[in-house]
């Protein structure tokens, strides 16, 4: 599955240099005009060490990492507005990736005059929560004259059912709590997903700390956290994305030589990405072979045969069973014969569930 991340958040927080940290790519970042204005789109290689560890064995032409799809939308109007229009194309992600700024630097104009990111947290929630709010608004003021005119029975409760449930999203919304505090069933969950409301969105907080706060961040953290905790599917990470900028630019013994300096003990973009697939709750498989060795994404919970059609619809349709052998298993065993000599792969059915690390080999006919 493709999944797409959109990293929003006030302006001049650090949102693109994260964005060209994520994607490996180059857009300018800055302070001057029109450096929010543009929407850019960049995918962002997922490190997966088990894959890594899994190449010297199979020794592949190709290795394919999975990927996770960023947008890094300039929210900005200009005087610390945010763009409605830019508000609209939030709704086809996945997630957001909510940037807030920790950095002090007074050279960085801050739109609210002074650096508080828990404020600017509960800024662009109350946002989230207004735009949400208009969209349920208009709904229901339309689906009145629907359940008038629809007809009595299967359809007509339907539509009843839908506006009742629209009516709790209202109140969540007035009362400014997110919709993805509401305790929904499946069905009514389908039901909302198809609106893609913003606060229904799992959120990763990423706080951009200040260079002197990186060694220490648990003061400027805690605050964030206690904010972020008191609604579900929201996650906390943190970075010093200017750092990391600097640490890009160098070979790989001096930037390991710098973080130990620094006291940066993981590279902040890995903490980044694992924490926006735990926050989706996405797992990682693999398919090993002389010609390429690939993670692929799945949600948890993936059926075998979902799992095969994650790879190629072919592999979903004509599914007859899968083997799998869990990557450390493969590994210890050095090869696929002998992991299959020693009873460390096993074949799955169409109803069995593929977990995390596993490396899947699809048998089909089509
Ligand atoms: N001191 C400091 N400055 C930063 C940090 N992250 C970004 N900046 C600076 O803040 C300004 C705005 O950054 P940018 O990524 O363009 O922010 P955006 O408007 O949210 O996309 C740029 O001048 C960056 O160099 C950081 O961690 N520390
Ligand atoms: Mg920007």
């Not at 209202?170 to 198809?194: M, W």
């Not at 790989?252 to 903490?271: K, V």
């Not at 599914?319 to 065993?333: C, G, Q």
């Not at 299959?340 to 490396?359: F, P, S």
Request: glycine share 8%; proline share 5%.
């Amino acid at each position: 599955m493709n999944v797409v991340t959109t990293i929003t958040g006030l302006p001049f927080v650090g949102k693109t240099t994260l964005f060209d940290l994520l994607t490996g790519q180059h857009v300018a970042t800055g302070t001057f005009a029109g450096a929010e204005a543009e929407t850019n789109v960049g995918v962002a290689k997922v490190p997966d060490e088990r894959l890594d560890r899994l190449v010297p064995l199979f020794k592949p032409k190709k290795t394919t990492h999975a990927e996770i799809t960023y947008r890094d939308l300039g929210l900005a109007k200009g005087g610390g507005e945010i763009s409605t229009k830019k508000l609209g194309d939030l709704r086809t992600s996945d997630a957001l990736l909510h940037v807030v700024r920790a950095f002090r630097d007074p050279t960085v104009p801050h739109p609210e005059g002074s650096v508080d990111p828990v404020r600017d947290l509960a800024t662009l929630d109350l946002e989230l929560v207004v735009s949400d709010h208009s969209v349920v608004e208009r709904r229901i003021e339309r689906i009145e004259p629907e359940i008038r005119g629809a007809r009595a029975g299967g359809e007509r409760e339907a539509k009843e059912r839908e506006r009742d449930l629209l009516r709790r999203c209202l109140a969540a919304l007035d009362a400014e709590t997110p919709l993805r505090e509401l305790d929904l069933e499946a069905e009514e969950l389908k039901v909302l997903r198809g609106y893609r409301f913003l606060t229904l969105m799992p959120q990763l907080v990423v706080v951009n700390l200040d260079e002197a706060d990186v060694a220490a961040p648990d003061a400027t953290l805690a605050p964030v956290r206690a904010a972020a905790s008191t609604h579900r599917s929201t996650g906390v990470v943190h970075v010093c994305a200017k750092l990391e900028a600097e640490i890009a630019e160098l070979s790989p013994e001096e930037a390991t030589a710098f973080r130990e300096e620094a006291g940066l003990h993981e590279p902040a973009l890995d903490r980044v990405l694992r924490a926006t697939y735990d926050l989706l709750g996405l797992i990682s498989f693999f398919t090993v072979g002389p010609d390429e060795c690939r993670a692929w994404t799945v949600r948890k919970g993936a059926t075998a045969p979902e799992a095969a059609g994650a790879i190629h619809s072919d592999l979903e349709r004509g599914f007859i069973r899968a083997e799998v052998t869990k990557w450390d298993d493969m590994l210890r065993a050095g090869s696929e014969a002998e992991a299959k000599k020693h009873a460390l792969t096993r074949t799955i059915g169409k109803d069995a569930v593929v977990n995390d690390g596993e490396i899947v080999h699809v048998l089909f006919n089509v």
